[in-house]
């Protein structure tokens, strides 16, 4: 999973920033709302945190902007204490959600949890195929009742095939959800990562289109 932030307090932005990437998410960091616009034009996020007061373009606008393009990424503004209107106007701009500053940083990984189920059209908070669940709260696998230890890249790739069954996603719309900019991608890394998943979820669990990318099928309904 990657996350835009949005934070021009370097203070702020610091601790976000290292409790996200403590919880296994890719994240990157821009400080001003033209950046953040431009990021958002050229490159895919699974969610955005959005302070509202930032130098050069506002968040208001950055939202605007974004929204204005048809993109639906949930995006969960950051407001001063007292900035109830803001929060109001956040929301009618098309946020998903809010947090007050000073924020409690779960607090805010428990409401990113919450938008990123809700974009991806799940509200049960456990996704369960082919005998594999994962509850994205706790990050807990089990394979058929049993719990499996997955490392933080291993569960980000199988959570992005998860929240998707029977759509490819390709290399690098994997490594988007697994590294953030300041991060150096490691050749033949989602190889060494898929083989990993598969020995520990099974070999057919994830399945490889040559050249395209990689897939967990969707279940047949039944
Ligand atoms: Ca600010």
Sequence with gaps: MRILLVEDDRMIGESVRTSLRQDG????WVQDGRSADAAMSAEHFDLVLLDLGLPGMSGLEVLHSLRGRKNSTPVIVITARDGIEDRIKGLDAGADDYVVKPFDVDE???RIRSSLRRSSGHAEPEIEILGVRINPATREVRKDGKKIMLSAREYAIVEALMLRPGAILSRAQLE???YGWGDEIESNAIEVYI?????????DFVQNVRGVGYFIPKPEPT
């Design 25 to 28: 998410y890719a994240v990157d």
């Design 108 to 110: 805010l990984a428990a």
């Design 176 to 178: 988007e959800r697994m």
């Design 195 to 203: 083989h990993g998943v598969r020995r520990k979820l099974g070999a």
